[in-house]
């Protein structure tokens, strides 16, 4: 059976290790990102360049995005030159951008008004994840539409669960950020504890990182932060976006969470500070003296 022509738009940190296993599983893979650089090694490896989502979309049959910025998805979707004005009857587009619930609702209906399907589709696991195909990935939408593009999803992902109709992604991904939001501010403390006690940090985490305590952050961020290595595998900035979302969508329910309020707020001063594109784990450099 011939396999769909994919496309794929945004090939920054995450997106190029994601095409990548899309082109190395044999799939036609067609892609746009806003520098060309970043895609030149998926072009050697094979992959088609389109100069637009608009040229991009004419030759696709699945489409998947991951941008930076509600806007920017907005502008891919939405605009004249964007997907659903220049797609077709049958396409499927799958965003795994962390965006607005709200977003990916209205970019359904729209869609929908054309025979076009989408699913919102955000991911965890950072680079790593990414580079491994171990990301975990929350879907929302038609469930026939997420049956049809399992295998696909399957190349990216090993912990991949339909969560709901359309913005369900989206809501499932803002729990996400919210636990690792102040499970970040507790990975830091514990280690600025271990050396203010006069401990050895790594023989610490060798006690810690599988009992209890035991995180995703504390195993992969910690040791990250012990060789002083702050290149993101999640950039600070998209991540005080998607705290602002979790907290807009959190006052319309009426429900209050302080642990995330400060978090963003630590993540904030080190913005201002010039660490707004370190990866999350510098937020170590909160407590530095």
């Not at 940190?13 to 990102?33: E, F, Q, R």
């Not at 171990?134 to 997420?146: P, Q, R, Y």
């Not at 594109?277 to 909160?286: C, E, M, R, V």
Request: overall charge neutral; some cysteine; proline content about 3%.
């Amino acid at each position: 059976m011939t396999k769909p022509v994919v496309g794929f738009i945004g090939t920054g940190v995450m997106g190029k290790s994601m095409a990548g296993h899309i082109l190395a599983a044999g799939y036609p893979l067609v892609v746009y990102n806003r520098t060309k650089e970043k895609a030149n090694k998926l072009l050697k490896n094979g992959a088609k360049w389109a100069n637009s989502p608009k040229e991009l979309v004419k030759q696709a049959d699945i489409v998947f995005t991951i941008v930076g910025m509600p806007s920017d998805v907005e502008e891919v979707y939405l605009s004249e030159n964007g997907l659903i004005e220049n797609g077709r009857s049958g396409q499927i587009f799958i965003d795994m951008t962390t965006s607005k619930p709200s977003l990916a609702v209205h970019i359904y209906q729209t869609a929908q008004s054309k025979g076009i399907y989408t699913l919102d589709a955000p991911v965890s696991g950072g680079d790593i994840g990414a580079r491994n195909g171990t990301l975990a990935i929350m879907v929302g939408g038609d469930k026939e539409i997420f049956d049809r593009v399992q295998d696909l999803l399957n190349v990216l992902g090993n912990n991949i669960v339909y969560q709901g109709k359309a913005g369900s992604g989206q809501h499932t991904k803002m729990c996400n950020q919210i636990a690792i939001a102040t499970n970040m501010i507790g990975v830091c403390e514990s280690l600025i504890y271990a050396k203010k006690a006069g401990l050895d940090p790594e023989m610490v985490l060798k006690s810690i990182s599988t009992g209890a305590a035991g995180s995703w952050s504390l195993s992969h961020l910690a040791p990250r932060i012990l060789k002083e290595d702050f290149e993101p595998g999640f950039y600070i900035k998209h991540f005080i976006k998607d705290m602002k979302i979790a907290l807009e969508e959190a006052e319309k329910m009426n429900l209050s969470l302080p642990g995330l309020s400060l978090a963003k707020q630590m993540y904030e001063e080190l913005s201002a500070k010039g660490e707004e594109s370190s990866g999350t784990q510098a937020l170590i450099k909160y407590w530095a003296e």
